[in-house]
């Protein structure tokens, strides 16, 4: 066309290979998620796999997005199906909103879908069926489960008795909190993943009501990881509520990002895992300023695999999507990023878990602590 020879910049895809999604007003939270998700191997291959199905409506968009992603010869596609068919009820059209809180409602639908959609086909299978209804099959784990669920031990003891409860709970993401103000000056992921698992003192008005003792007692609450995740996504509790503005504020510390994460399981166990995409927030409130996504394919492969050429494997090459635009990167600028632009932060971190093998296996099997 015409157009084209005026425009060819505008006109052609990427010289990235990589698709934009169109910023259909303040909905960069939904662009950065999806690029961070589509780039998510794994996850990918897995949405792109799933046989078509009407019980599935919410997965067969992003099936038919994540399709264009990888397929269309355009720069940039408009993500409008998705958005509408993913909106956060409590949300405000044309208004900027958070991503985690984005995410976390994203994958809960994918997963009660998904869950849904396989009660329905057994139950169909069974009253079709002439003969006997068997045994139902025990329930298959969701494709969110398969790909970011981890599992959690919580355990308090109570002071009086010492008598401890427990509970393990499944998890899609772990938000984790800033220590307070003073306790230290630089931290990085893995000082934030510590104090996450540091133990809690419940004292005062968050005493715990211990069973036996049939009273409120003052507890020890410990928190371990008891199954790390396939993709495991963290996200850096920024904004807290100021009661003296009665606003959220953003914390601006700077956080060290590493590109490897020895992430410390329960018994004392470790596992690996590789940064895959960093999703930034960019200004000062939850409800304002911009989001773009730093990613790259899959992890890093052992040293001892990679190829001997001066070009970095695709596997190792970072990418900058920030809403229709999407340009080459690297982990210089990752890192680097607060401390260039103050207010861009690293908000939502994807890592994931390298396979075990040989020597690696033992990776991360130190349990490192900071104090509270």
């Known amino acids: 066309s015409e157009l084209a020879g005026f425009y060819p910049r505008l006109m052609a895809k990427s010289d990235t ?6 910023n259909l007003g303040n909905t960069s939270y939904v662009n950065s998620i999806l690029q961070a998700l589509f780039m998510a191997s794994d996850f990918r291959h897995c949405v792109l796999r799933l046989t078509e199905n009407n019980s599935q ?3 067969t968009k992003l099936q038919w997005l994540f399709g ?7 720069p940039a596609i408009s993500p409008e199906n998705f958005l509408s068919a993913s909106w956060t009820p409590w949300f405000s059209p044309g208004t ?4 985690s809180e984005y995410l976390k409602y994203l994958l809960d639908r994918l997963h009660e879908e998904e869950k849904t959609g396989t009660r329905i086909c057994q139950k169909l299978k069974q009253s079709s069926s002439p003969s006997p209804p068997e045994e139902p099959p ?5 494709s969110v489960e398969k790909m970011f669920g981890g599992k959690i031990v919580t355990r308090i003891c109570c002071l009086c008795c010492l008598n401890v409860s427990s509970r393990e709970e499944a998890f899609t993401d ?5 220590p307070p103000p003073g306790s230290e000056g630089s931290r990085s992921v893995l000082d934030l993943v510590n104090y996450f698992l540091s133990p809690e003192k419940l004292t005062a008005e968050n005493r715990y009501y211990c069973e036996s003792c049939a009273s409120l007692q003052d507890a020890e609450k410990v928190v371990e990881l008891s199954q790390g995740p396939c993709y495991l996504i963290l996200t850096l509790l920024r904004f807290s509520f100021d009661l003296r503005t009665m606003r959220r504020r953003k914390i601006l510390d700077d956080v060290s990002i590493p590109l490897l994460l020895r992430l410390p399981l329960a018994g004392g166990r470790g596992q690996a895992y590789d940064l895959c995409s960093v999703v930034v927030h960019s200004g000062v409130s939850s409800e304002s300023g911009h989001y773009y996504c730093y990613a790259r394919e899959g992890a890093a492969r052992p040293a001892a ?3 001997t050429a001066d070009r970095p494997e695709p596997e190792n090459q970072w990418y900058l999507f920030n809403d229709t635009r999407v340009s080459f990167s690297s982990f210089e600028s990752v890192s680097n990023v607060t401390s260039f632009f103050p207010k861009d932060t690293a908000y939502v971190l994807f890592y994931r878990q390298r396979p075990r093998e040989g020597p690696e ?3 991360g099997s130190s349990r490192v602590r900071t104090e509270p």
């Open 138 to 142: 025990a329930p298959s784990s969701t």
């Open 68 to 74: 264009f992603l990888e397929h269309s010869q355009r």
């Open 96 to 99: 900027q909103q958070d991503c």
């Open 57 to 59: 409506p919410l997965m």
């Open 17 to 22: 290979g990589k698709i934009g999604l169109i």
């Open 361 to 363: 296996a033992e990776l």
């Open 305 to 307: 695999s990679l190829g």
């Open 174 to 178: 772990l938000s984790l909190a800033f």
